[in-house]
Nanobody, 115 residues
């Protein structure tokens, strides 16, 4: 059974940084695409960043140049380094792992950016 456990969220002032981590278990982590999504109150969940098994990355326009997604296959972990945080980055951040025809989700970690 696949499990994803996120950590690293918290409260930070605007302009600050946080690093989120997501540890996966129960899957062949190295061959799967990993991603971070976020959901703010009253809004739909949106894709923030994705990293493929080949370490190719893609980002939402709103975070390009500020966030960096990376993966460590030896640790079954995906990271999201978030810099120059803005109040509009406030959301619950979710880790996901995609296999053919299915996506697994973590429980989410809250990120709050104060102005």
């Amino acid at each position: 059974q696949v499990q994803l456990v996120e950590s690293g969220g918290g409260l930070v002032q605007a302009g600050g940084s946080l690093r989120l981590s997501c540890v996966a278990s129960g899957s062949i982590f190295s061959i799967n695409t990993m991603a971070w999504y976020r959901q703010a109150p009253g809004k739909q969940r949106e894709l923030v960043a994705v990293v493929t098994s080949g370490a190719n990355t893609n980002y939402a326009n709103s975070v390009k140049g500020r966030f960096i997604i990376s993966r460590d296959n030896a640790k079954n972990t995906v990271y999201l380094q978030m810099n120059s945080l803005k109040p509009e980055d406030t959301a619950v951040y979710y880790c996901s792992e995609s296999i053919p025809q299915y996506t697994y989700w973590g429980q989410g970690t809250q990120v709050t950016v104060s102005s």
